[in-house]
């Protein structure tokens, strides 16, 4: 009885000294303190309802999960796949929610943009030279010879170690062209580096543009190479060009894995200049796009490889150049095919002998099928032409099955619908070049597509 008053008399008098303390640091402080306390106290309020709107949350992520999971294994047991194809796969529960919704790679894709020049007038596939020789008209410092290569068919230009080759050629390639070419790189890797191979264009001046100076200093008025240096998990590439003797250019060392996929296949190289631009495409794969890396003076008139020299014997490298093919202009695809009417191009390949569409044909269906979205009202006929090689009949069936595949690739690949496309084929009968040269069965080799 004594304990609870004297409780009941304590809890009275601790009451009123508290009241007489927090006057006195309200006297004290002011109303900061207060603030403070009465933030302290929303904070708390707050804190509260975000936990119990965060596990509200969690719990209805957890139950969506696991009702995906179910939904999951119940396809798998039906056998029902996912839209890719594959096998519906159960979300892991146990992971966090942030890797179940944003656990997807980023991709990207860059498009096979090379079109080939509008005019072809040097081609090179070696087959009328000699094997075991240098290709006739060509100048080198060293023992590069014509080879055949069982695996590959063919005839092709066997690179030797320590040499230089210039071609044949003797035209301007303008301010714009193009240069393709295939490149096969075969190597015994032991552990060193094998030597490193260049390719690029000069412009003589006033000089022959076969000369020999230019076997050891391949520059001339101007110039540009690219070189790779063969790794045994890739490459190293970089891009030089030079004024005279000043270099112009300069791209640091890029490294690229491509290369150890592409050892011992054949690599389709391109390149085209414009004007000051200059870009180059390896299977199609954008190595180089440079707005400024070709000095404006003069013009170019000259290709060359170079190959470098290295402690390997000359049976452990294999380097080889084959079906060399350079063009002039700018090919006008809008103008040609919307205003004229006709647009006419050797820049679709095919296997010889076959109506099976080269990947390097990439650039230029795409720029049809970027015209014919853009013009929905377009119809358009493609044609197909043949050299005048083998049999005429043969021929005309050739180019039949060439101008099918191309409106077939059309349609499949590039979503164009077939009521707009007709296919046909001439043959040989409509040569535009003289079939007895190179250049003019590449020229006569061609796909036309003519509106409709």
Same mark, same amino acid.
């Given at each position: 009885?004594?304990?609870?008053n004297t ?10 000294f508290?009241?007489? @303390?927090l ?11 207060m ?10 309020f707050?804190d509260?309802?975000?936990q119990?709107?965060?596990?509200? =949350? ?6 969506a !999960? /696991?009702?995906a999971?179910? $939904?999951?294994k ?6 029902q796949?996912a ?7 159960? &979300?892991?529960?146990?992971a *966090?929610?942030?890797?179940?919704v944003t ?6 894709s860059i ?12 081609v090179? /596939?070696f087959?009328?030279d000699v094997?075991?020789e240098l290709?006739?008209g ?5 023992? $590069?010879?014509?080879?055949?290569l ?7 230009? %066997? ?13 301007s390639?303008g301010?714009n ?19 490193s &191979? ?5 412009a003589s ?27 045994a998990?890739?490459a +190293?590439?970089?891009?030089?060009s030079y004024?005279g003797?000043?270099?112009y250019? +300069?791209? *640091?060392?890029?490294?690229? +894995?491509?290369?150890?996929q592409?050892?011992?296949q054949v ?12 870009? #180059?495409w390896?299977n199609?794969?954008?190595?180089y796009d440079m707005p400024?890396?070709i =000095? ?8 060359f490889?170079k ?7 000359d049976?452990?490298?294999?380097v080889?150049i084959?079906?060399?093919s350079? !063009?002039?202009?700018?090919p006008?695809t809008?103008?040609?095919? #919307? ?5 006419s ?6 296997n010889?002998?076959?109506?099976? &569409?080269?990947n ?12 014919l979205?853009?013009h929905?009202d377009?119809?358009?006929? @493609?044609?197909?032409?043949?050299d005048a090689?083998? +049999? ?19 349609e499949?690949e ?5 009521? %707009?496309?007709?296919?046909s084929?001439k043959?040989?009968?409509e040569?535009v ?6 250049e003019?069965?590449?020229?006569n080799? %061609?796909v036309?597509f003519?509106k409709?």
């Amino acid at each position: 009885m004594n304990y609870k008053n004297t409780k009941s008399g304590g809890g009275i008098k601790g009451l009123i000294f508290l009241v007489f @303390i927090l006057g006195a640091v309200q006297m004290s402080y002011g109303q900061g303190l207060m603030n403070k306390v009465k933030k302290k106290a929303e904070q708390s309020f707050t804190d509260k309802v975000l936990q119990k709107t965060d596990q509200a =949350v969690s719990k209805g992520v957890d139950k969506a !999960a /696991d009702e995906a999971a179910k $939904s999951a294994k119940g396809k798998e047991k039906n056998g029902q796949t996912a839209p890719n194809g594959q096998i519906a796969q159960p &979300i892991d529960t146990n992971a *966090p929610v942030a890797a179940i919704v944003t656990n997807k790679p980023i991709t990207y894709s860059i498009k096979y943009d090379f079109v080939p020049g509008e005019s072809v007038f040097y081609v090179n /596939d070696f087959k009328d030279d000699v094997v075991g020789e240098l290709p006739i008209g060509w100048n080198s410092d060293g023992s $590069s010879v014509i080879v055949e290569l069982n695996e590959l068919g063919g005839r092709w230009l %066997r690179m030797a170690q320590k040499s230089t080759c210039l071609t044949d050629n003797k035209k301007s390639l303008g301010e714009n062209f193009t240069i393709e070419f295939d490149l096969v790189m075969q190597y015994d890797f032991k552990g060193w580096l094998p030597p490193s &191979i260049q390719f690029g264009l000069l412009a003589s001046g006033d000089e022959a543009n076969d000369a020999n100076k230019f076997l050891s200093n391949p520059y001339g008025d101007k110039s540009f190479y690219m070189e790779i240096s063969p790794l045994a998990d890739g490459a +190293n590439t970089l891009l030089e060009s030079y004024d005279g003797y000043t270099r112009y250019v +300069n791209t *640091p060392v890029s490294k690229s +894995n491509l290369f150890k996929q592409w050892y011992g296949q054949v690599i389709h190289v391109a390149i085209q200049g414009q004007k000051e631009r200059l870009r #180059i495409w390896m299977n199609g794969e954008k190595m180089y796009d440079m707005p400024k890396a070709i =000095v404006s003076k003069s013009t170019f008139n000259q290709l060359f490889f170079k190959m470098g020299s290295s402690s390997y014997k000359d049976e452990q490298i294999g380097v080889y150049i084959g079906n060399i093919s350079m !063009a002039t202009g700018l090919p006008d695809t809008r103008h040609k095919l #919307i205003e004229e009417g006709k647009f006419s191009t050797t820049g679709i390949l095919f296997n010889s002998g076959s109506a099976y &569409i080269k990947n390097e044909s990439a650039g230029v269906l795409k720029t049809i099928a970027d015209l014919l979205t853009t013009h929905p009202d377009l119809k358009i006929n @493609i044609i197909g032409h043949t050299d005048a090689d083998g +049999n005429v009949d043969t021929n005309q069936k050739l180019s039949e099955q060439r101008a099918l595949a191309v409106k077939e690739k059309l349609e499949k690949e590039y979503g164009v619908a077939s009521e %707009r496309l007709n296919s046909s084929g001439k043959g040989q009968v409509e040569p535009v070049a003289d079939n007895k040269t190179r250049e003019g069965k590449a020229q006569n080799r %061609r796909v036309e597509f003519i509106k409709l």
